[in-house]
């Protein structure tokens, strides 16, 4: 995805081409609290496939994609949570959920997202 700033989460990293892995890593090195968001299951139609990520920073900063910036939002927010209390989440999103049609999650399938602190 392309570097820049999304107004309505936090600020997405500008070097796009490095994996969310490695933003990871950085980030850990400067003290900041890490999450890591990956896809685990898809059903259906999804632009992600299964293994790939999102890293999310404690300053809001965030690196690679879990739906091509369908869940991405309510991912990030659950995100902040995991920061703060250490407690992984799965996720599961699907068109047959309300709170999927809220996030736009209108491509017809369905996605779970293991969403972890990295300590």
């Known amino acids: 995805m392309a570097g820049g700033s999304d107004d309505a989460v936090g600020e997405r990293s500008d070097a796009s081409s490095v994996a969310p892995l490695a933003f990871a890593q950085r ?3 400067q003290g900041q609290g890490v999450v890591l ?3 685990v299951e898809t059903w259906g139609s999804s632009p992600c496939p299964p293994g790939s990520q999102l890293a999310v920073s404690a300053d809001g900063h ?3 994609s879990v739906s091509g910036g ?3 939002g309510a991912v990030i927010e659950k995100a902040s949570q995991v920061i703060a209390d250490g407690t992984p989440a799965l996720l599961e999103f699907g068109v047959a959920d309300e709170e999927a049609w809220a996030v736009g999650l209108a ?6 997202i293991f969403v972890e602190r990295i300590d």
Not at 107 to 112: A, L, P
Request: proline share 0%; charged share 30%; hydrophobic share 35%.
């Open 107 to 112: 491509c017809g399938g369905r996605v779970k």
């Open 70 to 72: 369908c869940v991405e």
């Open 62 to 64: 965030f690196e690679g």
């Open 27 to 29: 980030w850990k090195g």
């Open 37 to 39: 968001a990956t896809v």
